[in-house]
């Protein structure tokens, strides 16, 4: 009885997890099979197969979208802030870690409380402030403000791991001669790195796929994101679908990538997280 049971489990946990993914992977190949069809085939058909293939129209979408310099521009912001986050963050988190702070607790309640609130409420004064340092239009005042998001999750996270380290190690090196910064650098850092390749893949898809914070303070074209040059891509090509779906691809692309490179990573670094926490 008990064995059934457990197969009866093992086939609705799968059953569910197949489910899952096929209502996550159909949109996308939707996307990547309508961008390769014309206008026609996709108001007779919107779940058609190419007949034949037009692969030109990724090259058109790259050219008419702009997306070259879009790409560069997400890239180096989310690169930036990733550097940034890691940075900060990790320094801070062996702060707290291994040093007793007065009002860690407020802290961190500060920290969980500003993490509940919407970004929206910060836009306007955010944007007043920055136009007048003169960064709207720049890609520094966009990095300031993913860095400020997402530090306290990561500040968090990495905590966790700095716990689990042993503190005789850092004993160790310091015993041996090494200051604090070397230590930091030669015993902490290196086993920081599942935490911190954790960190950077939420923290670069969460700044590459983000909308809101890059069309208000990059509204030009040419320092305007990925993203925000698909809308104005919508706007400009209501019924041009094949080009809007050829542009959301590309777009997609390197996200995909980069999940898949780092999934085992990311997996083990959440996993181990939560239990080190």
Not at 159 to 173: G, K, N
Not at 200 to 209: D, E, M, P, Q, T
Not at 247 to 269: D, K, M, S, W
């Amino acid at each position: 009885m008990e064995r059934g049971q457990g197969r009866l489990a093992l086939l609705l946990t799968y059953g569910f997890l197949c489910a899952a993914a096929f209502s996550i992977l159909l949109p996308l190949a939707l996307m990547l099979l309508n961008s390769l069809r014309s206008n026609f085939e996709i108001y007779m058909d919107p779940i058609g197969l190419p007949d034949p293939p037009d692969w030109g129209v990724y090259a058109r979408a790259w050219e008419d979208g702009g997306l070259g310099q879009a790409f560069l521009n997400s890239l180096r912001i989310s690169g930036l802030t990733i550097l940034a986050v890691c940075t900060t963050a990790s320094m801070a988190a062996w702060a707290l870690a291994r040093r007793s702070v007065p009002g860690w607790m407020t802290i961190s309640l500060y920290f969980l409380a500003t993490t509940t609130i919407p970004i929206q409420l910060f836009l306007f004064p955010l944007f007043f402030l920055f136009a007048k340092l003169g960064l709207i239009n720049h890609w520094s005042a966009v990095v300031l403000v993913y860095t400020a998001i997402y530090t306290p999750f990561s500040l968090f996270l990495l905590r966790t791991y700095v716990l689990a380290i042993p503190v005789e190690l850092e004993e160790a090196a310091r015993i041996d001669g090494a200051g604090e910064w070397a230590v930091f650098r030669r015993v902490v850092l290196p086993m920081l790195t599942p935490g911190l390749l954790t960190v950077a893949l939420i923290v670069g898809l969460n700044s590459w796929n983000e909308f809101i914070i890059g069309i208000t303070f990059l509204q030009h074209a040419e320092a305007a994101t990925v993203v925000a040059r698909f809308y104005q891509l919508s706007g400009r090509y209501q019924n041009d679908w094949p080009q809007m779906m050829a542009a959301a691809t590309l777009i997609a692309l390197p996200v995909v990538v980069f999940f898949i490179l780092l999934q085992r990573r990311f997996i083990e670094g959440i996993s181990s997280g939560a239990v080190k926490g």
